[in-house]
């Protein structure tokens, strides 16, 4: 129902910042959740943040107060503001948009191709 594409990664020192987008197309009115996810070697794929329609944000702990979302509804994109990075935010970050299309009604959930971030030390 809707396509999402990453974009902002790359390769940063400790203590730098990068900005994710996260641009959608499609049916973006069915979306009613999206977040971002993180995947870093030999670990479990883990919520960075999620927001809803209604505005609501949560973060993981171990990113609050560095990490915050942002939209554009104009534009369709979600930014993620990297801020303090630390070498153990190293991962791949994906993009995800949670809905129910219309008319069928059919839950979804739909990941971008994610986007490396690396943070040296």
């Known amino acids: 129902q809707v396509q999402l594409v990453e974009s902002g990664g790359g390769l940063v020192q400790a203590g730098g910042s990068l900005r994710l987008s996260c641009a959608a197309s499609?049916?973006?009115?069915?979306?009613?959740?999206m977040g971002w996810y993180r995947q870093a070697p030999g670990k479990q794929r883990e919520l960075v943040v999620v927001t809803t329609r209604g505005g609501s944000a949560n973060y993981a702990d171990s990113v609050k107060g560095r990490f915050t979302i942002s939209r554009d509804n104009a534009e369709n994109t979600m930014y993620l503001q990297m801020n303090s990075l630390k070498p153990e935010d190293t991962a791949v970050y994906y993009c995800?948009?949670?809905?129910?299309?219309?008319?069928?009604?059919?839950?979804?959930?739909?990941w971008g191709q994610g986007t490396q971030v690396t943070v040296s030390s």
């Open positions: 995800s948009a949670e809905g129910r299309s219309w008319p069928d009604i059919k839950d979804y959930v739909s």
């Open positions: 499609g049916n973006i009115f069915s979306i009613n959740a």
